[in-house]
């Protein structure tokens, strides 16, 4: 390659994103709990929306995405004029660092907060800043502490991946309220769907205008392959990121597939109940074997263990039992392991393991 050809500045300051394995060698059929996907799949109403959208495939898909901002709108009581949707909540969070960071901006998270914050700024050019948490946890103070005169986006996963843990709406108001009028606070509610009487964020999306809501069809609706999120925000910050959006960006597939999904609240409902049911129990569970996990608002627990070693050595017994969990060393947490609520079966599996796993050393 020619040496003049060299990518924008902070291109190759970013670490290829791996997500979580699906296989392990050797091993026919395991169990994949890696990426915090719904153990009971895509809704039937979601199912038969995709067979039908084949019939359309021909035509070019919608660009304002009328039709699912409506869905969206209606079953959340949004404004759907307040909408966009994105190829995953990704597309919405790599949007917000174009259009408002750039080279000298800086972009700020917490401390064990979601990898996709740190490779969009890098991708806009910006400088990616973390604040420190308390017990695996945002702690606001923080995050305004490191606020300068530089600093253009806040992002808060509440609840956050990969620790599962929150803060109250009334911490998030207080970051939003301490903020310089020139920062944007994101607040990234990718489990929101998990957390009962939470809003996502919402309320101060219309309260403030200084907030933008992500949310994603990829977790509880159980159609992470389908690729489709959305944001909601002030009028003015939702003009601005359409302004970047490919037309589009979403295919006929993937727009009449989340539609079916948003209005299916049986699926939801039943996704929610059987996760609160499963993760207070994984979580117990694996607590009495000595492997303590933060309280978990998610569909995933956090589990810690005595050190790296300890929690490499579970994880490669785990394999060997056919059950694939995520390391976190790249989160700052490789005494830890990531393990998604799967059905009850599931669960009932790994704790077997894992007490396996105590009960040999
Ligand atoms: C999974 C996840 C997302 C969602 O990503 P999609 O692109 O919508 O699949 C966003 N934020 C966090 C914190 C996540 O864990």
Same mark, same amino acid.
């Given at each position: 390659m020619r040496k003049t050809l060299q990518p924008q500045p902070g291109i190759m300051d970013i670490a290829v994103y791996t997500g979580g394995a699906a296989h392990i060698d050797g091993v026919r059929e395991a169990v994949k709990l890696s990426s915090?996907?719904? %153990?009971?799949?895509?809704?039937?109403?979601?199912?038969?929306?995709?067979?039908?959208?084949?019939?359309s495939m021909h035509r070019y898909p919608s660009t304002d995405h009328a039709a699912l901002r409506r869905a969206i709108a209606e079953t959340h009581g949004l404004d759907a004029a307040r909408i966009?949707?994105?190829?995953?909540?990704?597309?919405?969070?790599?949007?917000?660092?174009?259009a408002y960071a750039g080279v000298g901006d800086e972009v700020l998270y917490s401390q064990h907060g979601f990898l996709m914050y740190r490779i969009s700024a890098l991708a806009a050019g910006a400088t990616p800043v973390a604040a420190p948490e308390i017990d695996r946890t945002t702690d606001v103070d923080a995050l305004l502490a490191a606020v300068t005169p530089r600093t253009r986006l806040v992002f808060v996963a509440n609840p956050n991946n990969p620790t599962g843990t929150m803060i109250p709406v009334s911490e998030l108001e207080r970051l939003a309220q301490g903020l310089p009028d020139n920062v944007l606070l994101v607040i990234d509610g990718a489990y929101a769907e998990y957390v009962e009487d939470y809003d996502?964020?919402?309320?101060?999306?219309?309260?403030?205008?200084?907030?933008?809501?992500?949310?994603?069809?990829?977790?509880?609706?159980?159609?992470?392959?389908?690729?489709?999120?959305?944001?909601?925000? %002030?009028? +003015?910050?939702?003009?601005?990121?359409?302004?970047?959006?490919?037309p589009f960006n979403l295919s006929n597939m993937q727009l009449e597939v989340a539609e079916a999904a948003v209005r299916d609240r049986e699926h939801?409902?039943?996704?929610?109940?059987?996760?609160?049911?499963?993760?207070?129990?994984?979580?117990?569970?694996?607590?009495?074997?000595?492997? %303590?996990?933060?309280?978990?608002?998610?569909?995933?627990?956090? +589990?810690?263990?005595?050190?790296?070693?300890? +929690?490499?050595s579970c994880d490669l017994f785990l394999q060997r039992e056919g059950l694939i969990v995520r390391r976190v060393g790249s989160y700052g947490l490789p005494e830890c392991l990531r393990i998604t609520v799967g059905d009850e079966a599931t669960c009932r599996r790994?704790?077997?393991?894992?007490?396996?796993?105590?009960?040999?050393?």
């Open positions: 915090n996907e719904n %153990p009971f799949g895509a809704g039937d109403r979601a199912v038969e929306a995709y067979r039908r959208a084949g019939h966009i949707c994105g190829v995953g909540s990704d597309e919405v969070i790599t949007f917000l660092c174009q996502g964020g919402a309320g101060l999306v219309d309260a403030l205008g200084n907030v933008v809501m992500t949310r994603t069809f990829s977790k509880a609706y159980g159609l992470g392959g389908l690729r489709v999120g959305w944001g909601y925000g %002030p009028a +003015a910050v939702i003009d601005v990121l359409n302004r970047v959006r490919g939801l409902e039943r996704s929610q109940t059987e996760n609160a049911r499963m993760r207070a129990w994984l979580a117990e569970a694996l607590s009495a074997l000595g492997v %303590p996990c933060d309280p978990s608002y998610a569909n995933f627990v956090l +589990a810690r263990f005595a050190d790296q070693a300890d +929690a490499e790994v704790v077997h393991a894992v007490a396996q796993f105590k009960g040999q050393r």
